[in-house]
């Protein structure tokens, strides 16, 4: 049967109906109101900017400064971080998001900059590539602020299965109705 409804955020509902974590509501599942994740995690992230635009560390700071100057200070968005919020639980880390702000975000703006003839707003390709590495940090640090008991849980799960992979045994476990699962991946 078609569904007319969309998931919040599937990857985090899942994770945080299974345990049962209060940042289920964020993802729409316990909740009679709509919250939208990826504007929460934004305006973490957004704190966090602000906060190394503050600091001491020039080249946080320039990198701050650049993504507050983007888009007229309206380009730290629930657009920028969407893909970041939604592979987090799927194991991306700040290395991955910085890599998906790059092709998200770096690469249009590079057809932008040719087509209008104007600079990238941020800079050469080596700037380009540093400041999505720099806000591939920041998107995990959000996220990992934003969804406490769930990105907890990732990092147990992640421990597990490296210990397990040390053994070269499989990751295995039974789902409370009884089904057996076995993930050697």
Known sequence: LPVSFDGSCSGLQHLSAAMLATEGALVNLTNDEPYDIYSIVA????KIIEADAQGTDEKKRHYAELFLSYKDGKGIDRKLLKRNCMTFCYSSEAPGM???QYEDLM????GDAIRSKTPHHFGTLKEQAAAARYMGRVGYAAITSVVKQPAEAMDFLKALAAAMAHEGKPVRWTTPAGLPCVNRY
């Open 107 to 110: 690469t249009p703006l590079q």
């Open 43 to 46: 305006e973490e992230a957004r």
């Open 98 to 100: 910085g890599d998906q």
